[in-house]
């Protein structure tokens, strides 16, 4: 069991963040959780107190408007609430055509995937090195092995999540804190119905359960491990992709997407 700590975890109302939250629990963490659905991250936090001990604090918080990383950590550190450990786990999907999905959605979709990560990380980083102590996990996806035809701009969102945390982990070395991505293939989570993606390939092969994926993450991370993607399956798509030309990486996604 790892030493006290305080485990922030954004997108912690359904799917993937909800697990990981029950995950860092089980571990008897302190939790921040972080979302727009006020009702479901209470619920949560009501069933991981009693059942841990722990406390749980809720703050409601829509992460795609520009000024909200700011005020969350301005927020937490006026309550003398000092975060060891970020989870960067909120963000969705859009299926279609770039020249087509609504340009709005697509800017809130990066606004969110990357801009709001970033600043986070950027954020609560420098608190974990001066402490040494704590750490990054960043939820990307097996998206961000390869480009993304017909989820375009979701694919290089992940890509650039991915790889901002590999720099990291190698720039964090000798001073005691941690990064780590968890790349999730296809999980049974409301980014299903929210991305439009139920009758792609992809997802009519098979998806893990969003409980499956959080352990992995929280293991990898728990571990030191800097890439984590859970399941065989997933993970030898994501080496053959690295194999494979470039063409032939485009064209096998775009069928799978299709
Ligand atoms: N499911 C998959 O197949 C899959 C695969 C690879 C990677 N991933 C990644 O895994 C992560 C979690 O997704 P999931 O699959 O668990 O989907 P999900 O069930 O839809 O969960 C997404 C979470 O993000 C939160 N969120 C969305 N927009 C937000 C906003 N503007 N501000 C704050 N929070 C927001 C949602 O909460 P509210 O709606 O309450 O705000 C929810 O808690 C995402 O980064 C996703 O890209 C998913």
Redesign the pocket.
């Known amino acids: 069991m790892p030493p006290s700590e305080i485990v922030l975890i954004?997108?912690?109302?359904?799917?993937?963040?909800?697990e990981l939250a029950r995950a860092f629990a089980r571990d008897r963490s302190d939790l921040v959780l972080?979302?727009?659905?006020a009702d479901?991250?209470e619920a949560l936090a009501r069933e991981l107190k009693e059942k841990h001990g722990i406390d749980v604090r809720v703050v409601p918080?829509?992460?795609?408007r520009p000024e909200?990383p700011a005020e969350l950590f301005e927020a937490l550190r006026n309550r003398g609430v000092a975060v060891d450990v970020l989870v960067n786990?909120?963000?969705?999907?859009m299926h279609g055509r770039f020249a087509e999905l609504d340009a709005a959605g697509q800017l809130?979709m990066v606004q969110?995937?990357v801009v709001?990560l970033t600043a986070l990380t950027r954020l609560f980083l420098p608190g974990m090195i001066a402490r040494r102590k704590g750490g990054v996990l960043n939820?990307?996806?097996?998206?961000a092995f390869q480009p993304g035809p017909m989820l375009s701009a979701?694919y290089a969102t992940?890509a650039f999540v991915l790889s901002l945390t590999e720099g990291i982990s190698e720039e964090l070395r000798g001073t005691g804190v941690r990064a780590t991505c968890l790349?999730?293939?296809?999980?049974?989570?409301?980014?299903?119905a929210?991305a439009d993606?139920a009758e792609s390939k992809l997802?009519q092969a098979g998806?893990m359960s969003?409980e499956r994926?959080a352990r992995k993450g929280h293991r990898a991370f728990r571990r030191g491990k800097v890439v984590a993607i859970p399941g065989i399956v997933n993970s030898l798509g994501a080496f053959a992709t690295r194999l494979s030309p470039r063409w032939l990486a485009r064209k096998v996604t775009m069928i799978l997407n299709g």
């Open positions: 954004t997108g912690a109302s359904s799917g993937i963040g909800l972080v979302a727009r659905r479901k991250l918080k829509d992460l795609a909200s786990n909120a963000g969705f999907g809130e969110l995937n709001a939820v990307a996806s097996t998206a979701y992940k790349c999730p293939g296809p999980t049974t989570t409301e980014f299903i929210r993606m997802f998806a969003a994926a």
